[in-house]
């Protein structure tokens, strides 16, 4: 599989921590990042994973940048892409090229708070849990049929910075498994809907 980023890296890194068991059933054979300061390319550089750096800005399209990032996947003999805090919307032409065999992680219950500045949106709903989605991906940003969640509480006195945090920690824990499903086959799309075995 691939992970495509666009910054730090965590989610990345609890990816290749679980893809070291030896049961697991993914590889990550390449890491895409559409920044080149992105920290977490650093994360596969010490995990001695081929990295790339494909610059959005080079394309003048949505659709010329996604197919530069399909040539380099096709290139390393990709099945399975999973985006990790990769900051980009797709085209219709990727959504539809990768359906089924592309997974996005959305730091919030969806459908609630798709987009940007997701822990303040929960924060100013006045909503009393929040937590991870992990999607298959559409055209539509951060939606999509939901492969699994996990909830958190939102406490008194939260800021975006510590509810970030604690959705995080869960995170972690989700991707990979949800990945491992889908991997395994065990979780399939079918008709716009995740369908489990
Ligand atoms: C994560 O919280 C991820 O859920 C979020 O960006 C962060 C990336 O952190 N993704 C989105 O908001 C996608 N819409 P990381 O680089 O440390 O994995």
Redesign the pocket.
Known sequence: MAVL??????????LIDAAKAPDYPAQIALVVSNKEN???LDVARRAGIPARVIPHGNFESREAFDRAIDAALRDARIDLVA?????RIHSDWFAKTWEGKAL?????LLPLF???R?HQQALDAGVTESG?TVHFIVAE??SGPTIAQAAVPVLPGDTAETL?AR??VE?HKLYPAALKLVAEGKVKLENGRAVFA
């Open positions: 980023i666009s910054g730090r890296g965590s989610n990345l890194q609890s992105a920290a977490g985006e990790a805090g990769f900051m996005n992680i959305h730091p919030s798709p987009g940007i997701v991870c940003l951060d970030a959705i995080l995170e």
